[in-house]
């Protein structure tokens, strides 16, 4: 009881953060969708299938467990996004070896997300579903 009300607490926390995340360029969506999404799927089978039917975020999480990967579009827009708020945290901090830090987190998680399978999105229309 007490397990499935903390996993749903943090699975809604997580949609409210990749909804603002929508509109915010340096708080990012899909990884809050994703532990959302892992939360549901074990507190609550009902939102874990609303989150996945959704309109919105169904596709970016339906591209990521049945093929790993994700659209071209959401690739451009993560290394846009990823560039920006490391440049921005790199010129913000004041240690050098912060900035070191920084740098090569950044390199190492440019590299890991750019060597992610892509998959083609399709367009919505009736015949593809």
């Known amino acids: 009881m007490i397990k499935r009300f903390f996993l749903l607490a943090i699975g809604w926390f997580c949609v ?6 929508i509109f915010l360029p340096l708080l990012p969506t899909t990884p809050f969708l994703l532990l959302a999404s892992a939360c549901f799927m074990r507190g609550s089978p009902k939102l874990s ?32 996004m990823i560039v920006l708020s490391f440049a921005l945290s790199i010129y913000l901090v004041p240690l050098g070896w912060h900035k070191i830090m920084l740098i090569v987190i950044g390199i190492t998680l440019l590299i890991w997300f750019n ?15």
């Open 16 to 21: 409210v953060l990749g909804v603002i995340g």
């Open 49 to 80: 299938r609303w989150l996945h039917q959704h309109p919105t975020f169904g596709p970016i999480l339906q591209n990521w467990h049945q093929h790993g990967a994700v659209t071209r579009k959401v690739k451009r827009r993560a290394n846009v």
């Open 115 to 129: 060597r992610l399978p892509v998959v083609e999105s399709v367009a919505p229309r009736r015949e593809n579903y």
